[in-house]
DNA sequence: GATGAATGAGCGTTCATTCAT
DNA sequence: CATGAATGAACGCTCATTCAT
């Protein structure tokens, strides 16, 4: 096994056992198990087990936010726009399961708030995408005049749980309703 | 102290500790000085944590619902119905913090899912209002005809992630916003 | 076994591990297995490792000290008072061998050194016979005009020196030698 | 790099480590870094640790005794010789600290203890030079009748404790000192 | 021969749970 | 009943040593 892909093991076991039992339910040495390393070798590529949670999420999203990018075009009207950004969230989401699942213990722990923090104070990038649109949106009238964070949460909001019900089997999304879904939150915050 | 209160007493401590700083920050010994009894006397009211954790989670539901009915009139056209509960909902969220933070923990956590899972697949409720307004909406076409795991998620999501954004500081919801953002929510999902 | 017991019982295994195999060669769930106690017991009474190290250290020295004064008269000349010091000292020493060699892991590691540094520095209090004796002399012209420091290397160098010899077996050291070895403690110092 | 470049790096890095950080705060790999070979590459010089700690104790001793000797004349009188032998050493240690410390090191472990074991009971030499004077100024009735290991013990005891402390700050060595503290040692071991 | 990535036993420490008092 | 001291399995992490390259 060459180095990187030891990496790579070590990264898809910690992903997918956080993604299923949460960070107290995925030991460093349960983590080692599943990537078939010692327990020594996953501090040989992440100083401990905080980093190897941060750096597993920014993985994340620098492979998320290509893919949710793909296709889009400045010059379309803003809702065609943002209805292709959230499906294509969506999409990335239900195709992903793991990906999200470890986004929603990433969020939703003391690292993911400090992250957010970060992120909204700090105008740290990552996809300026949304925000863009935001903006343009409320300045041109078509969005509802509402801060830029409030934005986020209608639009991420039932976007994130409609993919969590999904996922969990509550309700099983196809095109059609992923669709539906993103133009009822398009209906959300435009004007 | 007699056991009702002592009880009361360390319920109101879990729920402090455990929302403050999560499952794995509140241990036993922790709740046991809060609520001032002794560690192994809890064991006698709860027969482990993880049930301690669940009852925690059913008796902030007894608390929660009654308050977000108040007031609630069936006869009201449905959207005001609808901005009733929202509203009431949200404000819940925004005075009693804790409460909110507990819910939050809890849903994100394997207890959260398969207390879910049995209350939309098993039918068992606590709060049937949202179910037959939307029930009722969809069936006279005002709203959307989503499922209604769907319509909680549109309506819920945007309203919890508000809630979230404002209670970590992001953002200082008044009056004027959350009626704003409820009547949003309600543009999302009505037809 | 009662609190106060169990506690000894701690006590006594650490002293008898590290003072032989230092503080690296008796890791704490060795110290429990001697001590016959969980390895968490150990945590109830000392909130760390190096806080059982110093606080082994802080008995000892109470232990110590009042023996060492034993029997010591203000009155007495000089020199008879340091061969009444020295020579209790050096007794104590090759009768608690234990206690010798914990306090030689003590000194030699960095809790010993920061110890010291305060006790020069802050003045720390302990036993302040041996500095009355050294000043008196001194300023009575009886004792070498040496830094405070360099009498007590001159006086205490030889002392453990020669305890560890014994206690390690390279030489006996009966009544008699004790006395001498003092003495001679003492011609170094003396003017 | 030569074979026996190599191996200086590794002696030069591992005394500089183990002198500033003790043994255990010098791990191998530390060791490797600072000598700039790979890890693997010291287990080609030294089995183990232990016999790296060992031989680095003998180098020690060889680089050392020299310079003590150097000047040292059998043909002057006793005293004279003691007090060249002694300032000599003394003034080696506060010259060369990190030798010093790692001395100290050595001595309080269990290597140490077992070194000095094998020096006085199996006779086996580094320096004769303090034992013949010993034994000619006992035999000469010039020095006190005690065992060698006494008089090694009542010489060697302050001139380390006297090092240490100059070297941990608490005092600041000087010529004149220098020459003082073991005129203080002749005082204590002669007749 | 030289390397340094990989290993896993062993460390200090925590905490849900038990049970003698 | 209530207690809280005691427990020991399990955690995150380190590091001496090995061995494929």
Redesign the interface.
């Known amino acids: 096994m060459s180095k990187q892909d030891k990496r790579e093991e070590i990264v898809r076991a910690a992903m997918e056992l956080i993604a299923e ?2 960070f ?2 995925a030991p460093m040495a349960m983590i080692a198990e599943h990537a078939k390393v010692g327990a020594g070798t996953i501090y040989r590529y992440f100083e401990n087990k905080d980093i190897l949670i941060t750096e597993l999420y920014r993985d994340l999203e620098e492979k998320m936010f290509p893919v949710i990018r793909e296709g889009y075009e400045l010059n379309k009207p803003i809702r065609e726009r943002f209805i292709h950004l959230g499906t294509g969230l969506l999409r990335y989401f239900i195709e992903n399961p793991l990906d999200f699942r470890y986004l ?2 990433f969020h ?3 690292y993911g ?1 400090e992250h ?2 970060d992120k ?1 104070l700090g105008e740290k990038e990552g996809c300026h995408e949304f925000r863009d649109l935001f903006e343009e949106g409320v300045s041109r009238q078509i969005i ?1 005049d ?2 830029l ?2 934005l ?11 993919a ?2 999904h996922i ?1 089997g ?2 099983t999304l196809d095109d059609d ?1 992923i669709t ?2 993103i133009e ?2 398009w ?4 004007k």
Request: contains cysteine; aromatic residues 10%; hydrophobic residues 40%.
């Open positions: 039992h949460g107290h339910g929603e213990q939703n722990s003391p708030v957010r923090r909204i509802k509402f801060p964070v409030l986020f949460a209608l639009s991420f909001g039932p976007l994130v749980s409609t969590r019900d969990l509550f309700v309703l539906r879904i009822a939150c209906d959300g915050i435009k």
